[in-house]
């Protein structure tokens, strides 16, 4: 069964701290991991890492694959209030019936006070 | 990349009802999915659905409780049945497409009284 870990489940942070978010996965016919932003209801897209070593970068969110030890991390810099959201990844798996399948970890759920 | 709109945004119903939820994209696409987020929880697939083919459902949801229909390339409906207040949740559909990867509606919070 397809296993994907998130930590720190919690994070309080301030405006301008630096914070990494952690995510191990064991996802059978591994294709590549997503990370999401989920403020409301629906996630929004951050990033997809599909190959090892290579750093995605938007503005001030980074994030890097390790494919040989199966994690991923994605740091924040000079975190802001509108960074407070729950941020979640999910391997993507291209293997048979599961084909598409997305298993979500338990998400982080980042406070960035003023 | 894709646009979904997702109707109803929210919703209460009564036990013993059921909702259907639409999801309509801009663009045709071939795998829909429809996701489950309980209060608290993260996200769990409930079912893969292609047109043209039977849904398929992952462990713990049956089509008697989450009937899904897939008509054409740009359209799904999940029904929620026989609602239970551990119905309650927000629930989403999201396509897959080989440039823009995954993308979601914009989800319907549904709560059962």
């Known amino acids: 069964e397809d296993k994907v870990v998130q930590s720190p489940l919690s994070l309080v942070v301030h405006e301008g701290d630096t914070v990494t978010l952690n995510c191990s996965y064991e996802?059978?016919?591994?294709?590549?991991l997503l990370w999401y932003k989920q403020e409301k209801k629906a996630p929004t897209f951050l990033f997809m890492l599909?190959?090892?070593?290579i750093e995605k970068k938007s503005g001030r969110l980074s994030s890097i694959l390790d494919k040989k030890e199966l994690f991923s991390i994605l740091n924040i810099t000079a975190t802001q209030t509108g960074d407070s959201a729950v941020y979640l990844c999910?391997?993507?798996?291209?293997?048979?019936?599961?084909?598409?399948?997305?298993?979500f970890g338990q998400g982080t759920i980042l406070t960035v006070h003023p | 990349s894709a646009v979904i709109s997702q109707k109803p945004s929210r919703d209460i119903c009564q036990r013993g009802t059921s909702l259907t939820i639409q999801c309509q994209v801009d663009?045709?696409?071939?795998?829909m999915f429809w996701y489950r987020q309980q209060p608290g929880q993260s996200l769990t697939l409930i079912a893969t659905?292609?047109?043209?083919?039977?849904?398929?459902?992952e462990s713990g949801f049956v089509i008697d409780k989450f009937p899904i229909s897939r008509p054409n390339l740009t359209f799904s409906t999940l029904t929620v049945s026989n609602m239970s207040p551990e119905d309650s949740s927000i629930y989403l559909c999201?396509?897959?497409?080989?440039?823009?990867?995954?993308?979601f509606g914009s989800g319907t919070r549904l709560t059962v009284v």
């Open positions: 999910a391997p993507f798996n291209a293997g048979g019936t599961s084909y598409g399948k997305l298993t």
């Open positions: 999201s396509v897959m497409t080989p440039r823009d990867g995954y993308t």
């Open positions: 659905a292609n047109q043209g083919s039977e849904a398929t459902y």
């Open positions: 996802v059978t016919n591994f294709r590549s």
């Open positions: 663009s045709q696409v071939t795998m």
């Open positions: 599909t190959s090892s070593g």
